[in-house]
Structures are given as structure tokens and as C-alpha cells.
């Protein structure tokens, strides 16, 4: 752990470093706020199923700047614990793993979807009427973000069983 986030200073520093001969006016900012930034789209939450009580979290995550980051935690007003999950297949079988985290390269785009990245958001309160979910992004360098999700199938036509299998 401690190797990766040395790893990725000495990236964001060479990023910084490339900046300099810009050198433009209130260049205050450390070079990775003046990139683009890391864009989210087509995000949403997945009610838990009748009788159980564990939502899924999907979306696109794209990297616009110049270099790595990581999406490293996600927090939300309806569950005390998201967590952020992958599926692994080992010996033919697809399993669910925890990880640390989700690498962001530099231009590229991750997708959260089901049988691939999601979120689990653990012991979540989402009443029948609640439509949307607030969820704050933390990324290793990038400033947080928090947008407002829309619950899928509330509103909208539901994918139904996308999240089976949990
Ligand atoms: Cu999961």
C-alpha cells in the first residue's frame, strides 16, 4: 500500500512539473486541480431487494486529467457502510471481493456495473418514496465529490434482477 502511494506522487509530481512552462496567471492550484478533473455519468443506486436490505451502486467513472488517481471510499446518508466491490472469477466461479479501492488512469474510464465494480451499501435506509441518494466520491487526489443518484426503478422502468446473485 504504502509502495502504490508513493508511486502515484511521483506521477502527480512529473504531471506538476510538466505544467510549469505554461505558467499561467494564478497557477496557485497544485497541477492535478487544473486538468479537466475525474467525470462521473450514469450513476445509480439499486433499491435492495424485498426483505433485504443491501442497495448496489453503479456508474462511469472517467479520468480526464493527466494523471492516475483512485477512487478509495464512498459514503452516503442512507448506508454507515458502502463498500466497493468487484467480481473475480476463480476456478470458473464468479465471487465477490471487497478492495481497496478502484485505479483511475489517466484517460481512461471504469465501469461500476453488475458483474464487474460496484458499490455495496450495507444496512441502507431507503424508504419506498425516497427517489434519489446523496453519495460523496473520495478519490486519492482529486477533491471529493458529492452528487445526488437517482434510485433505479423509482421514476423509471427497472432493470429488475441486475444485482442477483447477492
Ligand atoms: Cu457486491
Known sequence: MKKIITLIAAVTLAACSAEMPHGEGGHTHAGHQMDKGIVVSSARVLPPFPGR????????????SKSDDKLVSVTSPISGA???????EEDGVMKMRQVEGISLKAGETVELKPGSF???????????DQKDVSLTLNYQNA?????????????????GSSHEGH
Do not use: Q
Not at 118 to 128: D, G, V
Open 53 to 64: 436490505d443491501t442497495a448496489a451502486g453503479y456508474m462511469s467513472i472517467t479520468n480526464h
Open 82 to 88: 458502502v463498500e466497493i466491490h468487484n467480481h473475480i
Open 118 to 128: 460496484h458499490l455495496m451499501m450495507f444496512k441502507a435506509k431507503l424508504p419506498e
Open 143 to 159: 477533491p471529493s465529490v458529492t452528487m445526488i443518484v437517482p434510485v433505479e426503478g423509482r421514476g423509471e422502468e427497472s432493470y
